[in-house]
T-cell receptor, first 113, second 115 residues
C-alpha cells in the first residue's frame, strides 16, 4: 500500500517568514495530493491540492509543488500570520472517488507574532 | 466546498453502552465514506471504508464487531461503537469524497469520552 511520510513534525516561524512542509509518498500510482489544515478540535479543511499532471499550484500565500520523479511534494506558506498556526496534513490518493486517502503524520506549525 | 455533517459533536457515556455517530453528505451523494480515529496530536488513522449498499471494508486491526458501520443511503453513514470502554475514548471523524473530482471533505468530528 501507500506510505506517506511528512516532515517536520513541528515547525516554528516568525510572523512574516515562510514555512515549508515536505511529504514523500511511495506508490507511483498516486495521482492526487491534497493538503489539509486542522485547528485544535476541529475538522481538517482542504487548503490546496495538486494533481500529478501539474508541477506547481499557487493560491495567494499558499503554494504546493510536486516532483513525480522523486515522489515528493511540498507545501509553501509565505508571509505567515498567527492564524496560520495549526496542524497541517498532506495526503496521497489514487483518483477517482472511492479510493483511500493516505495521510502524513502531520506538522504542527506555530507562527510567533 | 462540499458539506459533510457529523453528529453528535461530543458524547460522554458509561462503559458498556453503545454510541452511534452519524455522518451525512448534505449537498452531494457519496457512495463511499471513510471513518477515521484521531488521538491527540496525532494523524488521522483510517478505520474503515463505508460503501453504500454493501459491507464496510475495515483496516487491519480494527474490530468490525466493535465498530459497526452502516451506509444505508447515498448521504448517510453511521458508526456504532458497541459496548464502549474507556480505551475507545477518542476523536472520531468521517469524510466523504465529492464526485467527480474526488476532493475529500470532513465532518466536524465526534469527541467520545467513555467513563
Amino acid at each position: 500500500g501507500e506510505n506517506v511520510e511528512q516532515h517536520p513534525s513541528t515547525l516554528s516561524v516568525q510572523e512574516g517568514d515562510s514555512a515549508v512542509i515536505k511529504c514523500t509518498y511511495s506508490d507511483s500510482a498516486s495521482n492526487y495530493f491534497p493538503w489539509y489544515k486542522q485547528e485544535l478540535g476541529k475538522r481538517p479543511q482542504l487548503i490546496i491540492d495538486i494533481r500529478s499532471n501539474v508541477g506547481e499550484k499557487k493560491d495567494q500565500r499558499i503554494a504546493v509543488t510536486l516532483n513525480k520523479t522523486a515522489k515528493h511534494f511540498s507545501l509553501h506558506i509565505t508571509e505567515t500570520q498567527p492564524e496560520d498556526s495549526a496542524v497541517y496534513f498532506c495526503a496521497a490518493s489514487k483518483a477517482p472517488t472511492g479510493n483511500q486517502f493516505y495521510f502524513g503524520t502531520g506538522t504542527s506549525l506555530t507562527v510567533i507574532p | 466546498g462540499a458539506v459533510v455533517s457529523q453528529h453528535p459533536s461530543r458524547v460522554i457515556c458509561k462503559s458498556g453502552t453503545s454510541v452511534k455517530i452519524e455522518c451525512r453528505s448534505l449537498d452531494f451523494q457519496a457512495t463511499t465514506m471513510f471513518w477515521y480515529r484521531q488521538f491527540p496530536k496525532q494523524s488521522l488513522m483510517l478505520m474503515a471504508t463505508s460503501n453504500e449498499g454493501s459491507k464496510a471494508t475495515y483496516e487491519q486491526g480494527v474490530e468490525k464487531d466493535k465498530f459497526l458501520i452502516n451506509h444505508a443511503s447515498l448521504t448517510l453513514s453511521t458508526l456504532t461503537v458497541t459496548s464502549a470502554h474507556p480505551e475507545d475514548s477518542s476523536f472520531y471523524i468521517c469524510s466523504a469524497g465529492q464526485p467527480p473530482n474526488e476532493k475529500l471533505f470532513f465532518g466536524s468530528g465526534t469527541q467520545l469520552s467513555v467513563l
